[in-house]
């Protein structure tokens, strides 16, 4: 399990290819790699990768499957990339973000970069379904940081956007001051968000049987949806 407080930002020094994997040399932030042991679980962007080697001080190897290279922007880096880092979280540690699996859902798109004074604005476009797990004020994985949605919009084909704010520390401790438009980043919906959509849809859809597509196609013309009456309580506000 992870946190989602990045811990640092890893340059990749050396990339290998295999039969059906690739591996990752990392070199990591500065004491980061402290009794770091093989086997060791790490989130590199937010994907949660297994310690293979520790050829020297500072760095890491970590190996990828195929699958895994196809499913995130992992087989897209070149040697002298950046990445997020996340160590695993001890027992009794403080949940400074919330609760992370380190298992990537689905892959957004940097849509638009805005910069306001001493704030940095990500637009992020997601595809369907996944727009029924994100609300404005919840909590969303982006390359391994947990954030808080500020706004959200839905399109009726289950696509939409998201913006999350982030101040000049998360900034200083990302790779997010890199990200631009076109750019790919991972997503991790926050499952207890997840588990509660997914439960109200399933009994709404159980309570109304043939009358589902009915229901769904008058809350259209007012502009909601199912997902809408899916959402879950208000949350305290971001810290």
Known sequence: ???????GIARIARLADRPGLRSFT??????????????????VDGVCLTVTARP????????????????????????GGRVNVER???DGAEIGGHP?????????TVAEVRRPENNHVLRLAVPAPWMRYVFAKGYIAVNGASLTVAEAGRERDGSGWFEVWLIPETLRMTTFVDKAVGDAVHIEIERSTQVFVDT?????AER??????????LLA???LTLDELARPPARLPPR
């Open 1 to 7: 399990m992870f946190t989602g407080i990045v811990q």
């Open 26 to 43: 990392l070199q990591l932030p500065p004491g980061f790699d402290d009794e770091l042991a093989l086997g060791a679980s790490v989130a």
């Open 56 to 79: 020297a001080p500072g760095l890491a190897d970590f190996d990828v499957m195929q699958q895994s290279l196809a499913l995130t922007t992992l087989g897209r880096l070149a040697e």
């Open 88 to 90: 695993a979280a001890r």
């Open 100 to 108: 992370l699996s380190g298992h990537v859902d689905f892959m957004a």
């Open 200 to 204: 109200v849809r399933d009994a709404v």
């Open 208 to 217: 109304l049987g043939p009358l589902t597509a009915a229901v769904e196609a």
């Open 221 to 223: 013309e007012r502009g």
